[in-house]
């Protein structure tokens, strides 16, 4: 069992930045791997990006966000991080993280869940 907290969001202009932080409780976070998700007022909740547990932190993307959006892991600290440049309007929407335990990156199953946290872009 895994807790998950994001944090980070918040009020950000077209073009700028803003790192998401998704703080994980419980044991063996480096098996699991994590994942971003995001959902607009009146749209499905859709993937952003995921991080593998292994192979030294493979990561995929959305093609939405490809070359804006990084996501990291520090198992250290059992945080997981989206680093999301050169924001748009149409990134504005509840950020959650995701969980899954030994998997490989999925982009729709995933076990755990954080709460979210919100994102809104300016024009």
């Known amino acids: 069992q895994v807790q998950l907290a994001e944090s980070g969001g918040g009020l950000v202009q077209a073009g700028g930045s803003l790192r998401l932080s998704c703080a994980a409780s419980g044991r063996s976070f480096s098996t699991y791997t994590m994942a971003w998700f995001r959902q607009a007022p009146g749209k499905e909740r859709e993937f952003v990006g995921g991080?593998?547990?292994?192979?030294?932190?493979?990561?995929y993307y959305a093609d939405s966000v490809k070359g804006r959006f990084t996501i990291s892991r520090d198992n250290a600290k059992n945080t997981v991080f989206l680093q999301m440049n050169s924001l748009k309007p149409e990134d504005t929407a509840v950020y959650y993280c995701?969980?899954?335990?030994?998997?490989?990156?999925?982009?729709?199953?995933?076990?755990?869940w954080g709460q979210g946290t919100q994102v809104t872009v300016s024009s």
């Open positions: 991080i593998w547990w292994s192979g030294g932190g493979a990561t």
């Open positions: 995701a969980a899954r335990r030994l998997g490989v990156i999925s982009t729709k199953e995933y076990d755990f």
